[in-house]
């Protein structure tokens, strides 16, 4: 757990700068995700703050040897998964991994023209129209259905979705980060996009 005050993000420490940024900025934009990222892997939002709390501290004692040979958001999230991952050990309550096992379902099956049809890999059931916000209040609730959706989604997928989808990480330094081949990053994030749709669709017609 992160105690010294003045080692803490916002605090006076945090004039640092990583990569050329300064750490109240990283702080600002990739605290929340972190947070979000860590939930993933531990058992409960007090231990995903202790963790990217601990991430923030190797930020700050490692800020110096960060060379760019990839995105400070990659080096970032790569802390974190660490962290994560010590803070489950140390609980004894390694949480089971999902597979992409072979006879998975495809999320997105029956809902696309298959291959040799004339219009192979378009929408065959399009999606609902009402994804399409006309104020500000549908915009709203649609951001809430995003929420909880991605909540829905395997630990994995929800990883992923965060790396690529709201961080924007490179595909490659996501694999990298989850440790996947550049396949099945690919398989993963697909099924998880397909499930992320499906789950949104379901809370809009409840």
Same mark, same amino acid.
């Given at each position: 757990?992160?105690? @010294?005050?003045?080692?803490?993000?916002?605090?006076?420490?945090?004039?640092?700068?990583?990569?050329? *940024?300064?750490?109240?900025?990283?702080?600002?934009?990739?605290?929340?995700?972190?947070?979000?990222?860590?939930?993933?892997?531990?058992?409960?939002?007090?231990?995903?703050?202790?963790?990217?709390?601990?991430? +923030?501290?190797?930020?700050?004692?490692?800020?110096?040897?960060?060379?760019?040979?990839?995105? =400070?958001?990659? +080096? #970032?999230?790569? %802390?974190?998964?660490?962290?994560?991952? !010590?803070?489950?050990?140390?609980?004894?309550? *390694?949480?089971?991994?999902? =597979?992409?096992?072979?006879?998975?379902?495809?999320?997105?099956?029956?809902?696309?023209? @298959?291959?040799?049809?004339?219009?192979?890999?378009? +929408?065959?059931? @399009?999606?609902?129209?009402?994804?399409? @916000?006309?104020?500000?209040?549908?915009?709203?609730? #649609?951001?809430?259905?995003?929420?909880?959706?991605?909540?829905?989604?395997?630990?994995?997928?929800? !990883?992923?979705?965060?790396?690529?989808? #709201?961080?924007?990480?490179?595909?490659?330094?996501?694999?990298? %980060?989850?440790?996947?081949?550049?396949?099945?990053?690919?398989?993963?994030?697909?099924?998880?996009?397909?499930? #992320?749709?499906?789950?949104?669709?379901?809370?809009?017609?409840?």
């Amino acid at each position: 757990m992160v105690t @010294p005050a003045a080692k803490r993000p916002g605090g006076p420490e945090s004039g640092h700068l990583v990569g050329g *940024i300064p750490l109240a900025t990283l702080v600002r934009d990739y605290h929340r995700p972190m947070v979000n990222f860590a939930c993933t892997m531990v058992h409960s939002p007090a231990l995903a703050e202790e963790a990217v709390q601990e991430a +923030w501290v190797q930020v700050l004692q490692s800020s110096g040897s960060f060379e760019g040979r990839s995105s =400070v958001a990659t +080096w #970032l999230f790569g %802390i974190v998964k660490n962290t994560a991952s !010590r803070h489950r050990r140390r609980e004894s309550r *390694i949480r089971d991994h999902e =597979v992409l096992a072979a006879d998975d379902a495809d999320p997105l099956s029956g809902r696309m023209h @298959p291959t040799g049809h004339p219009d192979a890999g378009h +929408w065959r059931l @399009p999606p609902s129209r009402r994804f399409l @916000p006309e104020d500000q209040t549908v915009g709203r609730e #649609l951001v809430e259905c995003v929420r909880a959706a991605l909540d829905a989604l395997p630990a994995r997928q929800r !990883r992923l979705v965060i790396l690529r989808d #709201l961080v924007g990480t490179p595909a490659e330094e996501a694999a990298e %980060i989850l440790e996947l081949s550049a396949e099945a990053q690919r398989a993963l994030l697909y099924r998880a996009r397909g499930n #992320l749709r499906n789950e949104l669709e379901k809370r809009y017609q409840r």
